[in-house]
């Protein structure tokens, strides 16, 4: 009942007609990276994290979790019609989802696609309110180590399941972490790798750094590559899938839904990884595993199911412990952060409103997406006809507003274009971005737990393994850096890796 | 083993930054295992770095890795180069010239160096985007821009 008073309390501060702009803003936009290749929700969030300052924390907070789940919606729509995935949590809807669309049958494919998501957003939003607040409970116990050993724990899984060699993605993290801990020690405020330049007193932004490395280096790229694209259009007025559709869709929507939630809610796992495990899962679970691949139902509304449970999954660990499980996820911490909000088990008791306003409102998002993404489908086909040589040149242009709007510096755009060079040499020698970024935003939290942790049991390491949480992390850390030594895990490791917008 | 090898060289520049991070946390100050120092973090999270940068070495020797040349054959590898020069220049003289000027100078260069757009098109994109964008921030937000030596916007 207590709940119930909550959700209520929670659509009252959604429905109010500033939020509800905002949230239909945010999954909007959402739709529309999600639909644009080479622009993904980490740019977009970026973005747009200084404009969420102009109001308030709700609504700045609602229109940036409206980017990230309507950018799972968008991105199936340039998977199934274009053959490239809008965003990395797209890539598997590419395989049957192009081929129905090939064979006359984009409707279905792009119905499935959205009611899946729907039917799995809104499972994960009910599973995401009855877990949270009591988990948030449990987390007012955790102490320094707990959280330090959660972070480790996060960033080797997203190491781990990051593409290529997973000591390039852990030379990435610890990069990361360092660059976070750039500027003043929050200690004892001595400069750190500042050079003597006061623009790094307070630090790497995080807008600059992520719009160099995933905007301006995607762009980079891509300039390089003479990229075609051939958009499906023929026989998608017919949306709605038959009975038959639906029969064979219930079970991969299904579990899809359940798996998602979970691998979402892990720390370094994330929509990317549900969709593989998805896949993988319907496959083998199927009486005709060797037509996956060759147009199947199945193939499009289990990954697409998974990829909206784990979006709503990936906000638990941060409304809870504070801590973000991926890169999108870290910036919606620094946008709590930007209006003095600091997420963790004690904000669901003292910001009720915020927390279920945010919660109500992603109720109200999925409808609005459902509204976006059927019978407005047309707008999004045409948009993708926009060809990538007027495409390219407006991200440019927008990575720059956004970069400079962040924070009104002229120097945010050099260090922008710094790391845009960076990300894109980094592309080239096969060094994934996404481990850089999540630790660069947990460095400091890391760093400040590692040392609190310290002085608290006076120096002694014992304490991380006394602790039965934080010990089990741990235990898992290294089993996961341990892992790639055994051949069958490694081959299981490239099976199910990210890609390059690991989030 | 190539001594074009990108790995080999990934490694080396990795061992090169570590060195740095691990002499910059050591001068910054370890502290004690019971008060760690500003630089305590930094100067392991720089040893950690060493041994991935030996582990890449390590297999760059062992496994080869793709040379430079390959990674750079049948891409327009010149283009990248323009877009970086081109947003270099537009960086530098952004507060002289102004937003409005300079982001429709940008976008000009842009749009005919990338993939040329017909002059017909990119004139008028170039022109109307910038304006929208500089009306929303200016106007809407109320987020100050340059206005630039000659005061336009």
Redesign the interface.
Known sequence: METLNLVAQGFGVALQPINLLHCFIGVFIGTLVGVLPGIGPVSAMSLLLPVTLAGTPESGIIMMAGIYYGAMYGGSTTSILVNIPGEAASVVTCIDGHQMAKQGRAGPALGISALGSFIAGTFAIILLMLIAPRLAEIAIAFGPAEYFSLMVLGLVMLTFLTQGSMAKALLMACLGLVLGLVGLDSINAQPRLTFGSIHFIDGIGIVPLVMGLFGVAEVLYNTEQSLKREVVSANISNMFPNKDDWKRSAGPIGRGTVLGFFLGVLPGGGAVVSTFASYALEKRLSSYPERFGKGVIEGVAGPEAANNAAAGGAFIPLMTLGIPPNVVMALLLGAFIIHGLQPGPLMIAQNPKLFWGIIASMYIGNLMLLVLNLPLIGMWVRLLKLPYNVLFPLILLFTIIGVYASGNNVFDIYVMIFFGITGYFMRKFGFEPAPLVLAFVLGPLLENNLRKALILSQGDLATFLQRPISAACLIIAVGLLLSPMLPTIRKKREVVALDSEAS | MRIDN??LW?GLA?LA?SAF?VW?GYT??LG?????G?????FY??L??IL??L??LY?AIKDGGPTFLS?WRN???T??LI??AL??A??LL??TLGFLVS?II??IA??RV????AWS?AIP?AIL??LV?WYV?QKL?L???PSGAFGIG
Not at chain 2, 32 to 36: G, K, V, W
Not at chain 2, 38 to 42: E, F
Not at chain 2, 114 to 117: F, W
């Open positions: 990108t790995e990934s990795g930054l991070v910059s910054l100050g004690s295992i019971n008060d760690p500003s630089g305590y973090v930094m999270a720089g950690l770095m991935f940068s582990i890449i297999s990674l891409v327009l590898w283009k990248p877009v970086i947003l270099i537009f960086t952004f507060e982001t940008l976008l842009l749009l990338i993939d040329p757009v098109r994109i985007v910038p964008a921030l937000l987020i100050q821009l």
